[in-house]
């Protein structure tokens, strides 16, 4: 299906060089354009399992929080104790309402003690936080300042990243940052993203940075046999890396999602959610996400829920599916009722495509 | 460009319709899909201007407010006063943040004294307006119901929708709204919509009674040539009629997007942005938006700003623009420094073809 360009979706700082490598699909996420197809999405999963690539990920959107207020308010909006994080540190935070219910679930970083960026998922988390920050009366400001994402991702990255930031860089742990000079500016690079391939995210900071970073990236990454890449639909699944708004939205809890290691509903205080997922980790979740196989051929593109059913009863729904090569099967995550959710339960899903054997695993491919 | 489908991006109580009328181009609004064209943008124009169409148009999701204090929540998000509106009334409503800035440009529908719904352009309002009335207490229920909005629109809308809802829907003056009575549902129906050609929107409460409209729409108006249709970008531009997201931005106040008659910040008391609109009140916008003709063959899409420039000097935007077989000239909507905004300027605009004259117009093309 065509998909009709306007000012309204916006292009990023990158997209010259996205259109320049031959991107041959689109998703729009946060009203921007993001990337989802170069060669084959198969194509595209092979390579990133086995070489490098640079990803256009300008759609993680900043929000900013700064003053004496920005680390009282980023608690407001999580059930994850943010008491020990230091700057230098990613955190992954689940981000709810009153009800407990997902608003996003973005990457938090801590750049010093009174300045945060929240690296967004696909929600309009800058209107949350704002209306929060102004109505609580907190001092705080809250804006999307000119940062663009751009990963580099793939078993090949830590050798590209070296020849670009030094050995410093590289030697980053999972989930912290630091600041490295390029070109006489400074960038933030995480060792993050959005596969299970390896690699960082470089926090472009000023959009005319963009595309000189990005053909330095390609030149120096010629003979590891670098490409531009995306997020891969098959790669992510496989991982159990899941998507908001497609595995789960504003009706799930983080306990749903299987996020509860990250709300410590005890200790954080102050957490706007709290009192509402109190109530649910006392209980436990009666729904949560799940992987699943799916038999026989390869489906087709998952684009709305497909309906889970046990004999007549609906029990849940798929949210995303792909054929995996590498596991030979349709993988899939969803959401099943725990009535429903041990591994190797048989369930029937409804595809466009007809009806297929649906069955629960104990956990992801990878 | 190819639309990667996901389920994150919402299908519509009306898709399976939109789909059988063969569909050729999407854009997303609202993490939705909104139909862009049917035969070509040029046909679908000459249609809707000499007959009558049915458009999807759910993208409109309804931000409701419930409870003795929705009416005060109401007038915080607004500097349009609202102590006269009525129930029955619909109004269109700027929404502003702290500084002024345009977060979004919905229709407020004032159901009861404790109930609106709020209809809204392309942004997530629900996350702004629930945050401050919790975080300012308000007695208020905020929640996006199952409403999707169906558009009746073009000249012979009066008498299709005759024959569904009876001549009292008829009676309806603009922007008014009456409940009216169908195959035993009580359906908000509204003398308004997103084009010149006159009209009506029906709030379809309940998902399941999207097709059966669709279908009954679609029958009863089968010899007056009733067709799928949607927005049209040719035909709002030569109506002026304005595009958030595209047009306008959280960058712009009201007053800049010539929305100053809905802004009453004297008397909208409580009004969130009032102070800073104050100020720009007494002083007047430095730039605002602007009619343009820009000379020469049909333009491309505008799918990114196109500055506008007099001699040197950078003068402004043109933000959307299209070929008007009509008016026989490109038909544009931009935002221009009060220096260059006056009649008749001739400026040149930046588009991905080349440079153009762009000429200011007293006005719009309708």
């Known amino acids: 299906m065509e998909l009709s360009l306007s000012r309204r979706l916006r292009r990023t700082p990158f ?24 060669e084959s ?6 390579h ?21 207020d920005a680390g009282r308010l980023l608690q407001i909006l999580t059930p994850r104790d943010l008491r020990g994080m230091l700057p230098g540190q990613c955190y992954y935070i689940p981000v709810v309402d009153e009800t407990g219910g997902m608003l996003n679930d973005p990457v938090a970083l801590k750049l010093a ?14 209107l949350w936080v704002k209306a929060l920050g102004h109505a609580r009366q907190l001092e705080v400001s809250v804006e999307e300042p000119d940062v663009s994402p751009l990963a580099v991702q ?19 742990r999972f989930f912290r940052f630091g600041f490295f000079q390029w070109e006489g500016r400074e960038l933030v690079v995480a060792r993050s993203g959005y596969s299970r391939q390896g690699g960082f995210e470089i926090y472009v900071e000023g959009a005319e940075l963009g595309m000189p970073l990005w053909d330095a990236l390609m030149t120096a990454g010629a003979d590891l046999g670098v490409r531009a890449g995306c997020p891969n639909l098959i790669e992510r699944i496989e991982g ?85 090569p590498d596991y030979q099967t349709n993988v ?21 495509a007809g009806a297929r054997t649906a069955t629960v695993r104990g956990g992801f491919w990878i």
Chains 1, 2 share one sequence.
């Open 41 to 46: 999405v198969e194509a595209d999963y092979r």
């Open 240 to 324: 159990g890396l899941l998507s908001y708004g497609n595995d789960m939205t504003r009706a799930n809890t983080p306990f749903e999602c299987g996020l509860g290691r990250f709300c410590n509903v005890e200790t954080a205080i102050g957490c706007l959610g709290r009192d509402a997922l109190m109530r649910v980790s006392m209980d436990g979740p009666i729904r949560q996400v799940r992987a699943l196989d799916i038999s026989g051929e390869p489906v087709g593109r998952c684009d709305r829920e497909w309906p889970l059913w046990a004999g007549n009863t609906r029990v849940g729904q798929i949210t995303s599916a792909a054929w995996s």
């Open 113 to 126: 003690e009174d300045r945060y960026w929240i690296s967004i998922a696909d929600s309009d988390l800058l």
């Open 15 to 38: 997209s010259p060089g996205v259109e320049a490598a031959g991107v041959k699909g689109y998703t729009v996420y946060n009203r921007m354009l993001l990337p989802t197809v170069f």
């Open 332 to 352: 899939a995550i969803g959401m099943v009722r725990l009535t429903h959710w041990d591994a190797g339960t048989e369930l029937l899903v409804e595809t466009q």
């Open 48 to 68: 990133l399992k086995t070489n490098v690539q640079i990803w256009d990920v300008a759609v993680e959107r900043q929000v900013e929080l700064r003053g004496p």
């Open 154 to 172: 793939g078993p090949k990255a830590d050798t590209l990243i070296a020849r670009l930031f030094g050995d410093d860089a590289v030697a980053l």
